[in-house]
């Protein structure tokens, strides 16, 4: 198969488990005890205000309109309206995202920057302290609650050390993008330092896991590479060890890490959750959690769908990147 | 089901890895303290002591300033009409009666985290079982039927990766509410915890219930099952060309007895190796949504640390042993994972953590 028969193919794929998750996020709704009519109204409304307010809403319609009104609207951008502020829910879905993609992008930073030269330091130092420091801490990273880490930095780096805040954005990268684009420099350049100070433990916080798993990921693939027939040859030819280990081995072990990477991206988002409930982080995590208290579903259906089609779109970009570097790959 | 060469690999990588056997005995104690909780645990979980708040763990001491009331030869200070105050240091020293410290309310912590290793351990296996029913028996017949069948049940297993698990958790835990099920604690219930205690001199008044997350059980397993659904379908795939199945098949073997007698004890390995992991993965998300204050547990790991927050400039240790005893749970089942990867070497993949 050709890779843009395989494109075609994985897209068509992708399109039908966005249609099965709008469907599943629209579902949700009624598996719920509660009444969406009772998070706008008092419980003692009259009768007449509440049924007027139903109609509003078109929830006395039959299932299969609510289901169109729900579905038709998304490929337009158009998730409904906020039971509490009625406002957009798109608009605000996508007020949260910068804060939450610039987090899981420096995460992703940190954990790639750590993760891929602890873990080929360890497999080439096999047996020695490097490799056995390497091993400890990606067990640990592994099991650590990234909450409970969050905790942990804000305790000592923050409120003992006093290095760091404790929490808040108070700018983001649109902030100083804008900033950059009216020509003041000087303040594009401050509020980076800020961003930068305020992101650090968030960052580290959300990619201590991942560093630790590409930390194996990376090391027991490097060993797997190096102990092939082609290292051995190249080694034989006579190519310097560099070569051999950083132009070769490592190569070809990044290929399944950087499909791995993509696939975590879910996990990701998920810690992006947790780690904005720890750190007041103003993301598309606190808006879900926010969501869910004030039972205003629509916010968090329109969130889930907005989390959920990312993810597809990636996992289509990480197959056809894979795809791309590795043509032998049997498409599937 | 466990072959004479499994137990022989099995014993073969526990006599060469230290981790191994580490990780054994970090599982086996954490049961242990989970399962004897009404024997060994120094104080009932929820007992209060205002007086006694945030007494610093073992080793330590705290320093606090305070403002009181001036006394002098016994008598309260006046001047211009006024009582007169002064700062005055406050040192808290740890004691043995609390060798982890105690927590905002004066609940012991040791205490708390034996009862929550109640919380964390029946999350971890209720919800991994569960998990794992639903995803082998999905998995089982998407790679036994094949065709529209697989086709139909992997496409709706993609959607439900297609949601971050703790994301679906929290909104699943959001909607549905927390369903919770006491149930009877027996060895409070039949007197033995109670009489050990009093003859060992230990305070008695323990809990007489143990609360059954129902809906955390339910959450965690709808959220995790895709991950067995895979790795049953592989092996399903895979074991379904073998002669024997295709002899049971010739032998007019129903399609239900030759899945369960002869696919499903010959893809058991895979399995357990990925239950191994997902105990510890479902740990850490129970741990997440008590932490967030949506799992209703009361006597939660996770459920402390978000308590000890408001104290984290006068008293870390209450967010801190909490964690620390996740870490140590967690680490314990990875290791015991590896342990059975290792020796197995099913060649699986799966999701690790929150």
Do not use: C
């Amino acid at each position: 198969m050709s890779l843009s028969r395989f494109l075609i193919k994985r897209s068509l794929q992708g399109l039908l488990v966005i249609w099965g998750v709008i469907t599943v996020v629209f579902g949700l709704r009624f598996i719920s005890p509660g009444d969406p009519a009772n998070v706008l109204l008092p419980p003692d409304v009259d009768p007449e205000v509440r049924a007027q307010v139903i109609a509003e809403l078109g929830l006395n319609e039959p299932l299969y309109v609510q289901y169109w009104q729900f579905i038709s609207g998304i490929p337009f951008g158009d998730l409904g309206l906020s039971l509490v502020t009625r406002t957009p829910v798109a608009a605000r879905v996508v007020a949260k995202l910068p804060a939450t993609l610039e987090l899981a992008i420096a995460a992703t930073i940190v954990a790639v920057v750590i993760a891929i030269p602890l873990g080929v330091l360890s497999a080439t130092r096999r047996h020695e302290p490097a490799d056995y420091g390497a091993t400890v801490f990606s067990l640990v990273g592994i099991s650590t609650p990234n909450f409970w880490l969050g905790v942990m930095l804000i305790l000592v780096l923050a409120v003992q050390l006093n290095l760091f805040p404790t929490s808040q954005r108070p700018i983001g990268l649109d902030g100083i993008a804008m900033l950059l684009a009216g020509g003041d420099v000087g303040a594009a350049v401050d509020g980076f330092v800020t961003w930068l100070w305020h992101i650090t433990l968030p960052a580290i916080t959300l990619g201590t896991y991942f560093t630790a798993l590409i930390t194996r990921l990376t090391r027991s693939g490097m060993l797997d590479q190096l102990g092939r027939t082609y290292v051995r040859a190249s080694r034989a030819k006579g190519l310097p060890e560099t070569l051999v280990r950083y132009k070769h081995a490592l190569r070809n072990t990044l290929i399944p890490v950087i499909t791995v990477i993509g696939l975590q991206l879910g996990t990701l988002i998920g810690g992006a959750v947790i780690t904005e409930a720890v750190f007041a982080w103003p993301g598309l995590g606190t808006l879900i959690i926010n969501s869910i208290n004030a039972r205003d579903w629509p916010v968090l259906q329109g969130s889930l769908i907005i989390v959920a089609v990312g993810f597809v779109l990636v996992n289509i970009l990480v197959d056809a990147l894979y795809a791309y570097v590795n043509p032998q790959v049997a498409y599937d | 089901m466990i072959s004479e060469r499994t137990r022989r690999n099995l014993r073969r990588e526990l006599r060469r890895s230290l981790l191994a056997r580490l990780g054994i005995v970090v599982v086996v104690l954490m049961v242990a303290m989970a399962v004897f909780a009404p024997f060994i645990s120094p104080y009932s979980p929820s007992q209060q002591n205002l007086d006694n708040s945030r007494q610093p763990p073992l080793g330590f001491s705290t320093k606090e300033t305070k403002e009181v009331t001036k006394m002098e030869d016994g008598s309260v200070v006046i001047e211009n009409g006024q009582v007169v105050t002064e700062t005055q240091t406050v040192y808290t020293n740890a004691t043995a009666a609390h060798p982890l410290g105690t927590d905002g309310n004066g609940r012991d912590i040791l205490s708390r985290i034996i009862y929550g290793a109640r919380t964390s351990i029946l999350v971890g296996l209720f919800g991994t079982s569960l998990a794992a029913l639903i995803g082998v028996l999905v998995g089982l017949s998407a790679g036994f039927y094949r065709g529209r069948v697989d086709d139909v049940l992997m496409r709706s297993a993609d959607i439900m990766l297609a949601f971050p698990s703790l994301v679906l958790a929290i909104a699943l835990v959001g909607v549905w509410g927390q369903a919770q099920a006491p149930i009877p604690d027996p060895f409070v219930t039949t007197g033995i915890a109670p009489a050990f205690r009093s003859a060992v001199g230990l305070p008695t008044g323990m809990p007489e219930t143990v609360v059954l997350p129902g809906t955390v059980i339910v959450v965690v397993a709808l959220v995790n099952w895709v991950w067995f659904a895979r790795v049953a379908r592989g092996e399903a795939l895979s074991i379904r060309e073998e002669e024997y199945v295709k002899a049971a098949k010739a032998l007019g073997a129903s399609d239900g007895r030759t899945m369960l007698r002869h696919v499903l004890p010959n893809a058991i390995t895979p399995i357990l190796v990925l239950a191994t992991i997902q105990v510890a993965a479902i740990i850490l998300l129970e741990s997440a949504l008590s932490f967030l204050g949506f799992s209703g547990a009361d006597v939660s790991w996770g459920f402390d640390i978000a308590l000890g927050r408001q104290y984290q400039s006068t008293a870390w240790w209450i967010s801190t042993m909490p964690g620390l005893a996740i870490v140590v749970t967690v680490i314990g089942l990875n290791l015991v994972g590896d342990w059975l990867r290792d020796a197995l070497d099913p060649g699986i993949e799966g999701e690790g953590g929150v």
